[in-house]
Every structure is written in C-alpha cells, then in structure tokens.
C-alpha cells in the first residue's frame, strides 16, 4: 500500500518569497505530525493534527509559519516571508490516530527547503 | 514536561561487535517509548516500541531495547553489528497519561566499521 507521501521533494526559494509543503498521509490515518529537521539536528516537532484540529501548535517557531488539513486528509504547511534559517528537511509523519496504543508514526521522504 | 536523552552524537562499533546505542527519558507518568532510524537520504523507520509487559522489546533488523524504569533508560541493542546498521538512530518518548505529541531526541550516528 502507499505510504505517506510529500512534496515537493525539493525546494529553492529565495528569501522573502512564500512557500506551501503538501504531506498526502496513508489512507485511514486521523493523525498527521510535521517536524522540522535541520542539518545536523534532531527532529522538531512542529504541529500535530487529529482528523483536522490542530491541539498542539506550540512547536511552530514563529507566526509565519501555518499548517492547516481538510478532509482528514491532505495537510499543507505554509511559510511565509521565508528566511534563510527556514532551510530544512521538512518530514511529515502519519499514524492510525493520537493514542498511545497506535501511535506508531509512518513518516514521508521529506521535502528539503533551501532558502537562498 | 516530557523529555528524552540520547547522550552521544556518535557511535563507532566494529562490525560483529555488539551495540548499544543509549537513551534515557522523563515524563511525569508511565512512558511510551519508540525507536526510529534514518537510513541515509531515507525517510525515518519505525524499529520498534514499548507500550507495557516485557521490558525487552525485539524489533526489525534484529534489533531490541530494554526497558528499565528504575533508571528511566531504554537502551537499543543488536548482538553482531552489521556494516548495514550505519544510520542515524532516533529515541523518542511519550507520556502514556496524556494526549499528547511525542518527543524525539536528537539522534545518535552509528558508524560500523567494516
């Protein structure tokens, strides 16, 4: 079966410009996590979904950046006004829902943003 | 709040040596525990979990941790180290009370030495 997809699976922007991270989760599963992982660093946790809420949004480093899921589905992570330090892999993770029993996370490639 | 530990950046072991890569963990209950590799220009795998029972959790690629509360550790270990076993190795930890994300650690690179 798929599993989660992402993408672009590359992007070059140039700073100051907007860009829009799609994450397609495997089918049937109602959670969806983005994180953040720079060169060198761990994972950073961003925002989490459950179906199409948002309860925790404590990991988004400043209002610029945003995500929003519809449909349970498709989850778009968007940053404007980029900045150089945005430059990342930015990875999205799926699971059959936020317990803990089933919370095992099947994570996409990632899309990696340059920041020029 | 809940944290998680990995100690080294970076473990080198020679091939057919046993490993051990380490983690150690806080939350304020009982914890659910995870880990995760990155193969090289891969996404990250789910390895293996603890969600209660045995303190020992087998996983894929032979790969097992044990669980012990008394020193809040859930350390990864593989008997023989293949060269195949070089990636970067994530711990990650949650509260079993609270709905609530989960916390990865930094990771820790695992070199095997050929």
């Known amino acids: 079966g798929a599993g989660v997809s992402q993408s672009p699976s590359n992007k070059v922007t140039e700073k100051g410009k907007d860009v829009e991270l799609r994450c397609d989760p495997i089918?049937?599963?109602?959670?969806l996590y983005w994180y953040r992982q720079s060169l060198g660093q761990g994972l950073e946790f961003l925002i989490y979904f459950q179906g199409n809420s948002a309860p925790d949004k404590s990991g988004l480093p400043s209002d610029r950046f945003s995500a929003e899921r519809t449909g349970g589905s498709v989850s778009t992570l968007t940053i404007q006004r980029t900045q150089q330090e945005d430059s990342a892999v930015y990875l999205c993770?799926?699971?059959?829902?936020?317990?803990?029993?089933?919370?095992?996370?099947?994570f996409g490639p990632g899309t990696r943003l340059t920041v020029l | 709040a809940q944290s998680v530990a990995q100690p080294e950046d970076q473990v080198n072991v020679a091939e057919g040596n046993p490993l051990t890569v380490k983690c150690t963990y806080s939350v304020s209950g009982n914890p659910y525990l995870f880990w995760y590799v990155q193969y090289p220009n891969r996404g990250l795998q789910f390895l293996l979990k603890?969600?209660?029972?045995?303190?020992l959790v087998k996983g894929s690629y032979g790969f097992e941790a044990e669980f012990n509360k008394s020193q809040t550790s859930f350390h990864l270990k593989k008997p023989s180290a293949l060269v195949s076993d070089s990636a970067l190795y994530f711990c990650?930890?949650?509260?079993?009370?609270?709905?609530?994300?989960?916390?990865f650690g930094k990771g820790t690179r695992l070199h095997i030495l050929p």
């Open positions: 603890y969600i209660t029972g045995d303190n």
């Open positions: 089918s049937g599963h109602t959670a």
């Open positions: 990650a930890v949650r509260d079993m009370g609270r709905d609530d994300k989960i916390i």
């Open positions: 993770a799926s699971s059959l829902a936020v317990t803990a029993s089933t919370d095992t996370q099947y």
